[in-house]
Every structure is written in structure tokens, then in C-alpha cells.
């Protein structure tokens, strides 16, 4: 079974530092993996995903994911948080070919 | 904007109610989910249905059913409703029937928030 493991439900970062959140995965196939944004009030926006192709993933507002598959980690990474990056970050798996197994999220703050 | 759109938007209603949200999947989209989103929970897969045959289940309740009609609108039919079943829920679509190909990227709509009182 799928299983995903969000480190720090809460994050704060001030403006300008580099944001970090930790994602763990567990599978027993290779996984796509996932990054899903979600603002206040809105649904989830895809940011980026891992289809075992390039282990360092880019995506949309400047965030990049690197797959590492020794660690079963899939952090996200942001070299200067902005403002606008303030909303709850998801994590998720599919390797069962059908559903999406999320993690329990984590809310990034930044600070002024 | 995703292109999935979802209605109502908010809804309120009573224990032991039924009530129906419904969801329009993007243009061109033949696969459906039903995501549940709750403070104790957290978002968790509920089922999915690809060009009107369910496809996969997962924690949904007996108390709750979808469907897929043949214009690919996906309804979910919530009955016997608990203060519990208060939550955020998400369809998303994809194009594909599989979340682990290129033509399974899933987009979201914005969710129906369901209060039970």
C-alpha cells in the first residue's frame, strides 16, 4: 500500500529565505509522485510531478522537487519564498494506477 | 481556473438529510474522482468513474454514491447524513483513466463545502 508522510504540518519562513518541506513516500512500485498547491478557499493547483524520468523536477512560481530514491523523500524546494507563496502545500503517490494517496499537508507562512 | 467546476458551492443541511453535489468535468476529460477533505481525515481518495463505469473505490462510504452520466457529469449522492460527513469535497479530472500516466494529471475544481448541522 501507498502511503505519503508530510514532516511539519506548519512552516514559516521569512521573505527572501529558501523554503523547504519535506515530503516521504512509500510504495512498493516506482511512484508517480506529485506537489499540489492549495490557496484559501480554492482547490488544488498541480505544481509538479515526478514520472521517473528527471530526478530534479521543475515547476510552476519558481518551486522544483527532487526525487531520491534511497531516502523515499520527494521535498519541495524554493530558493526566496515571496508573499504570494503563503497557502497549504500536498504531497501525494499514485502507483496503484487509479487514485492519489495525499499527505496530511503543510501550511507555509511567510513572514515580512 | 481548472475547468472543472463543481456546484453548489456551499451547502448546509441537517442530519439524517441527502443531499446531491454535482461536478462538470474539463472539456475532453473522460475520468472523474471524488476527493473528501476534513480537519481529522485529511484528503482522501472516495471513488472514480471513467467514461461512465466506475473505475476504483476507496473510502467511501455505503451511505454514499456516484455516478457518471453520459455528458461525463459525475454526480455524489451523500444519504443518512452525520455531523462527521462535514467536509470539503473535490472532483478532479484527467483526461486518462490512470493518475501513474502522462494522461492522468489530475485538475481539481474548487470543492463543494458540505456543513452538517
Known amino acids: 500500500a501507498q502511503s505519503v508522510t508530510q514532516l511539519g504540518s506548519h512552516v514559516s519562513v521569512s521573505e527572501g529565505a529558501l523554503v523547504l518541506l519535506r515530503c516521504n513516500y512509500s510504495?512498493?512500485?516506482?511512484?508517480?509522485l506529485f506537489w499540489y498547491v492549495q490557496y484559501p478557499n480554492q482547490g488544488l493547483q498541480l505544481l509538479l510531478k515526478y514520472t521517473s524520468a528527471a530526478t530534479l523536477v521543475k515547476g510552476i512560481n519558481g518551486f522544483e522537487a527532487e526525487f531520491k530514491k534511497s531516502e523515499t523523500s520527494f521535498h519541495l524546494t524554493k530558493p526566496s519564498a515571496h508573499m504570494s507563496d503563503a497557502a497549504e502545500y500536498f504531497c501525494?503517490?499514485?502507483?496503484?494506477?487509479?487514485?492519489?494517496?495525499f499527505g496530511g499537508g503543510t501550511r507555509l507562512m511567510v513572514k515580512p | 481556473d481548472s475547468g472543472v467546476t463543481q456546484t453548489p458551492k456551499h451547502l448546509i443541511t441537517a442530519t439524517g438529510q441527502r443531499v446531491t453535489l454535482r461536478c462538470s468535468p474539463r472539456?475532453?476529460?473522460?475520468?472523474v474522482y471524488w476527493y473528501q477533505q476534513s480537519l481529522d481525515q485529511g484528503l482522501q481518495f472516495l471513488i472514480q468513474?471513467?467514461?461512465?463505469?466506475?473505475?476504483a473505490k476507496g473510502n467511501i462510504l455505503e451511505r454514499f454514491s456516484a455516478q457518471q452520466f453520459p455528458d461525463l457529469h459525475s454526480e455524489l449522492n451523500l444519504s443518512s447524513l452525520e455531523l462527521g460527513d462535514s467536509a470539503l469535497y473535490f472532483c478532479?479530472?484527467?483526461?486518462?483513466?490512470?493518475?501513474?500516466?502522462?494522461?492522468?494529471?489530475?485538475?481539481f475544481g474548487p470543492g463543494t463545502r458540505l456543513t452538517v448541522l
Open positions: 478532479a479530472s484527467s483526461v486518462g483513466g490512470r493518475a501513474d500516466t502522462p494522461f492522468g494529471e489530475q485538475f
Open positions: 468513474y471513467y467514461n461512465g463505469e466506475e473505475r
Open positions: 472539456s475532453g476529460d473522460l475520468s
Open positions: 510504495s512498493s512500485v516506482p511512484p508517480y
Open positions: 501525494a503517490v499514485s502507483d496503484a494506477g487509479n487514485m492519489l494517496t
